[in-house]
């Protein structure tokens, strides 16, 4: 079963919802209905309730967090002290790690769907000895996980004195075998040969079909593929970690655990905006999240197929 | 399926060789950066061993000392246990996480589920918090006289010390299972939703309930999602590090060689870069054989299970 095969992309979010909105006709006396209610209520209060939680915390004082119902606003409403706390502190350093973190997981992300969009194409649409290896070894690195490989790449930038620049983080955030292999399966399903070989036939040349055919039916899915990357490079946080002593080049999850670590003791950074920063800093995530479900799912069933 | 094969070596085909070696270029030379190199390099570092003379007054000098690394980190008791403790975490909170992640899929895919829209993205949405983030959050959730939930308890009468050393690793497992089992069942339920209808269909006229037709129809069908997802969650408990180090600023009884990066972590802050390396060797190896012998065994399950 070779995976370029396979469809990549099933007409799901549509079929869902007509599917159960018939099905609710004909079954609606069940009394499994309600069990299976019950059990998805109590688990999204399990999911919910921390953000929750964190959304509350972000409106308190410090005090309160000690003094009120974590799960209910209570004390003084403390929000926006608490945000123009967070973004001055230390000569508003939560500004620059914001800043930081855009330019690893965007600047990042978007050199690796470029590298990933061109490899996945050339895997995809061209035949040269070597090719299944090549693939292979793209698909045996997308099971190492980026954090394994932190402390290898520390070791090895180390003597070459790029640790606590920015290059020591940037330069392993813009490779992903991930997208390259995403980028294979979407170039191989959505790339007509045809069309293809219609444009050499008109004399163009193979980057320029590349970027004025290829790109432009790819681009949805290359969309997810930014995503992906983008969300993983947030999220890496051990390669940052260890990379970057100097503050002011750390991404804000470097940065904030660095606050957390003070325990709010004496001068320390108190909890109260620890959490706040935390909440501000999910928001343009949860954002995108919630923007682009249909990106997400295409790759999480590419990604099933494998 | 590609182009170029039906043509052999005309100019034209070695022209588009040429392209796509040009094409894979960027990617092959940063993956010989990124991955290569430093899993090279890490394997080569890990057979020397810095020597330090008696008084500590010259330079340490690197000495190669083969397999004495490997050795060393096996008779290391604090290694040791930070393995066994993975492992242990792994075993429980794997299952746990994926047979939750499983049955709400399955209840989602079900047909007269009301609400399936909010209760997807409710799921998923932990999965929008980075790990690390999600960490802090649990951090606070769970640290004494701030935590929430002692709190709850204690108004039940219950009496709840999150971070005790006996409730650590429920803890991170918790705060695992919070993060990554939307990840999960979503996987699962879009393997779900590419099931033929009529397929389930048949099975309810042939009188089957609900239970049946997932136990019997749907659960084989996404026997390889259940596999991969596995697969992925002991790569991913492996190189658990994220939750505990987050965790130990408010549980300073959590020990600083947790887990087995933890470790590695340690002995790079020691400039013992020999010695990290061979942690990070052994753990990759572990990760490498617990994932592959899963694979394994589903295969010759399955193979059994067909014949």
């Known amino acids: ?306 | 399926m590609s182009v170029a094969t039906s043509l052999a070596v005309s100019p034209h085909a070695r022209r588009r060789v040429r392209t796509a070696a040009a094409f894979l270029a960027p990617f092959a030379l940063l993956f010989a950066v990124v991955y290569v190199a430093p899993i090279g390099y890490t394997v080569y570092q890990s057979l020397f061993k810095l020597h330090r003379d008696g008084l500590g007054l010259s330079a340490p000098t690197k000495v190669f000392a083969g397999l004495g690394n490997y050795v060393d980190a096996l008779h290391d008791a604090d290694f040791r246990a930070s393995l066994l403790r993975v492992l242990l975490i792994g075993v429980v909170q794997v299952p746990v996480m994926l047979g939750l992640a499983l049955l709400l899929a399955l209840l989602l895919d079900a047909r007269s589920t009301l609400f399936k829209r909010f209760f997807r993205l409710a799921f998923f949405l932990p999965y929008a918090v980075p790990g690390v983030v999600g960490a802090l959050m649990w951090s606070y959730l769970v640290a004494p006289g701030l935590s929430p939930i002692t709190a709850l308890g204690k108004a039940v009468g219950l009496h709840l010390d999150l971070t005790s050393n006996a409730m650590l690793a429920p803890t991170i497992g918790n705060m695992l299972t919070w993060g990554w089992t939307g990840y999960n069942m979503l996987i699962i339920y879009s393997a779900l939703q590419a099931i033929p209808p009529e397929l389930s269909e048949a099975a309810r006229m042939d009188g089957c309930g609900a239970f049946r037709i997932a136990w019997h129809v749907k659960i084989p069908i996404v026997r390889p999602a259940l596999v991969l997802t596995t697969v992925f969650s002991i790569i991913g408990t492996a190189q658990l590090y994220n939750e505990p180090a987050v965790l130990q600023h408010v549980a300073p009884n959590l020990s600083s060689s947790y887990t087995p990066i933890f470790a590695a972590y340690n002995a790079v802050d020691d400039n013992n870069f020999g010695y990290a390396a061979t942690e990070s060797v052994l753990l990759a190896l572990l990760a490498f054989v617990l994932s592959f012998g899963f694979l394994k065994l589903v295969q010759r399950r399955g193979a059994e299970a067909a014949s």
Do not use: C
Request: aromatic share 12%; no cysteine; proline share 5%.
């Open chain 1, 1 to 306: 079963m070779t995976v370029s095969q396979l469809p990549v992309e099933r007409p799901v979010a549509e079929s869902d919802d007509s599917r159960s909105r018939t099905g609710a006709d004909r079954s609606a006396a069940s009394p499994g209905r309600w069990v299976t209610l019950g059990v998805l209520g109590v688990a999204s209060v399990y999911f919910l309730a921390p953000v929750w939680w964190l959304v509350v915390s972000a409106t308190k004082t410090n005090s309160a967090l000690f003094t009120t119902d974590g799960f209910w606003f209570g004390g003084h409403f403390a929000l926006f002290s608490n945000l123009h706390d967070a973004f001055t502190r230390q000569g508003g350093i939560y500004v620059r790690w914001l800043l930081n973190t855009a330019l690893y997981a965007g600047g990042g992300a978007l050199v690796s769907t470029a590298v990933s969009a061109l490899a996945g194409y050339a895997l995809a649409k061209y035949a040269f000895r070597g090719r299944e290896f090549a693939f292979n070894v793209v698909l045996a690195a997308v099971l190492v996980p980026q954090p394994l490989l932190a402390i290898p790449l520390y070791l090895l930038f180390s003597p070459v004195h790029l640790v606590n620049t920015y290059w020591a983080v940037l330069i392993p955030s813009v490779v992903s075998p991930f997208g390259v292999y995403l980028s294979r399966i979407y170039a191989a399903a959505s790339v007509p040969d045809e069309l293809i070989e219609a444009g050499r036939m008109d004399g163009a040349g193979e980057v320029r079909i590349f970027t004025t055919i290829a790109l432009r039916l790819m681009s949805p899915a290359l969309v997810t593929v930014f995503l992906f990357q983008f969300v993983s490079i947030w999220s890496n946080y051990l390669l940052p970690a260890l990379m970057l002593a100097s503050d002011r080049l750390q991404p804000v999850t470097v940065g904030l655990v660095g606050w957390q670590a003070q325990r709010g003791i004496g001068d320390a950074v108190p909890f109260n905006v620890v959490i706040t920063a935390a909440a501000v800093s999910v928001v343009p995530l949860v954002v995108m999240f919630l923007s682009l479900q249909r990106f997400w799912r295409s790759g999480l069933v590419a990604g099933s197929l494998k």
